[in-house]
């Protein structure tokens, strides 16, 4: 079973998400949206666009959304059978998190890696 397939976004906190938003999309030239991040279109070699995006997001120093980790950031990683690692995981003694949420967005499930970091593992509807 292949595990990480690639990855999906990556997220961080920031004290001020509107001023460091504006600094990435003045000096680096994110396309940075209302909603504080930006979706990579992947492409081949050729610059061809191919299925699949990687979101970049920058939120609220404020938030939970990576708790219990304290870390500031969160990397999303693809995976092709969510289910199916998260199990391999958890025999592994792996810290994985009870919660799998299940959306129109696909499937999502986390785990605490030895440093503890939150890391979200992502399997994506079929067809992305």
């Given at each position: 079973?292949?595990?990480?397939?690639?990855i999906g976004g990556?997220?961080?906190?920031?004290?001020?998400?509107?001023?460091?938003?504006?600094?990435?999309?003045?000096?680096?030239?994110?396309d940075v949206q209302?909603?504080?991040?930006?979706?990579?279109?992947?492409?081949?070699?050729?610059?061809?666009?191919?299925?699949?995006?990687?979101?970049?997001?920058?939120?609220?120093?404020?938030?939970?959304?990576?708790?219990?980790?304290?870390?500031?950031?969160?990397?999303?990683?693809?995976?092709?059978?969510?289910?199916?690692?998260?199990?391999?995981?958890?025999?592994?003694?792996?810290?994985?998190?009870?919660?799998?949420?299940?959306?129109?967005?696909?499937?999502?499930?986390?785990?605490?890696?030895?440093?503890?970091?939150?890391?979200?593992?992502?399997q994506p509807p079929?067809?992305?």
């Amino acid at each position: 079973m292949k595990r990480v397939t690639g990855i999906g976004g990556i997220f961080f906190k920031a004290a001020d998400p509107p001023a460091l938003q504006a600094w990435y999309k003045r000096h680096l030239g994110i396309d940075v949206q209302d909603w504080g991040g930006t979706a990579f279109t992947w492409s081949d070699g050729e610059g061809k666009p191919v299925t699949g995006t990687t979101v970049w997001s920058i939120g609220s120093a404020q938030g939970d959304q990576f708790a219990p980790s304290t870390a500031t950031f969160m990397v999303n990683y693809r995976v092709e059978d969510l289910h199916g690692l998260v199990k391999v995981l958890r025999e592994e003694g792996c810290n994985v998190l009870e919660k799998i949420d299940d959306s129109e967005y696909g499937k999502f499930a986390w785990v605490i890696d030895p440093e503890g970091n939150k890391v979200e593992l992502w399997q994506p509807p079929a067809g992305q």
